[in-house]
């Protein structure tokens, strides 16, 4: 048990859960879109992913100082490795958008002239989930739209960017909830901070519930897949069940492997 324990605290930990849930994304999103599914665009960002947030670790170490643990840096090499494995399968179009976006996605953790002193939009209650959802939901988008290069129905755009955006906008908060004294004690402000625990959890609950009914609404017109419906209600229960005396690997494990299921899409 002690030895599942640490393989799902190093998945957590390291992100590699988070990685394997955007590809969820980029399968289920594929789905939606009506293109074919790519296995290397599929592999390409669960590795970014990865590497994104394992970056993100070491440029904040404020609450966790000190090095890398060992394993999540093995986790980070390897992440790197399989990125630069599968980029030369991708179409052109596809890793320059990859290559340009990696930089991109780590604005929200670097230090920028928006305040003095410096602060990062990430030390921005709202700013973090927004721009969270807003970069993961453009790349699980585009992408599969850039390595199909073929025409796609707008509606069908529309029906991915408004399920994805609004299931990481409500992940990205729910995420906040597992760190409500450890934020405030390092300064940190989320909209869990800010609001309390009870009230974002409450907020989140109500937003879960019209999610789950909206993919069900989807599902049965045929614009989404079963697995969105199967995240939307699994991160529900997620939110309504996990309090603070869980494990942070626990909160990771159910409100990031809520989305797994979309893999299955």
């Known amino acids: 048990m002690s030895g599942t324990i640490r393989l799902l605290t190093l998945s957590v930990e390291s992100r590699l859960i988070v990685g394997a849930a955007a590809?969820?994304?980029v399968v289920a999103v594929s789905r939606v879109l009506g293109v074919p599914v790519s296995p290397p665009l599929t592999m390409a960002v669960?590795?970014?992913?990865?590497?994104?947030?394992?970056?993100?670790?070491?440029?904040?170490?404020r609450s966790t100082p000190g090095p890398l643990p060992r394993a999540i840096l093995v986790v980070g090499v390897a992440a790197g490795g399989s990125l630069l494995g599968v980029l030369p399968l991708l179409a052109g179009e596809t890793r320059l958008a990859?290559?340009?976006?990696?930089?991109?996605?780590?604005?929200?953790?670097?230090?920028?002239?928006i305040s003095r002193p410096w602060s990062r939009p990430k030390d921005h209650p709202v700013g973090k989930a927004l721009m969270v959802a807003t970069l993961v939901t453009g790349a699980t988008v585009?992408?599969?739209?850039?390595?199909?290069?073929?025409?796609?129905?707008?509606p069908s755009i529309i029906a991915a960017l408004s399920w994805v955006f609004s299931i990481l906008l409500v992940n990205a908060v729910a995420c906040d909830l597992r760190d409500v004294e450890a934020d405030r004690r390092i300064g940190q402000r989320t909209i869990a901070t800010e609001l309390g625990g009870p009230t974002t959890r409450a907020l989140l609950a109500l937003a879960a519930v019209a999610l789950g009914a909206a993919s069900l609404l989807g599902a049965l017109l045929g614009l989404l897949p079963r697995g969105c419906l199967v995240a939307a209600l699994l991160l529900t229960g997620a939110i309504v069940g996990l309090g603070p005396e869980r494990?942070?690997?626990?909160?990771g494990l159910c409100l990031d492997g809520a989305l797994l299921p979309l893999l299955l899409s």
Do not use: K, N, Q
């Open 23 to 25: 590809a969820g994304l």
């Open 98 to 113: 990859i290559l340009l976006g990696l930089p991109l996605c780590l604005l929200y953790a670097v230090p920028l002239p």
């Open 247 to 251: 494990p942070r690997w626990a909160w």
């Open 142 to 154: 585009l992408l599969p739209l850039l390595e199909a290069g073929s025409p796609v129905p707008l």
């Open 46 to 61: 669960m590795a970014a992913t990865t590497l994104i947030y394992i970056l993100d670790r070491g440029i904040d170490r």
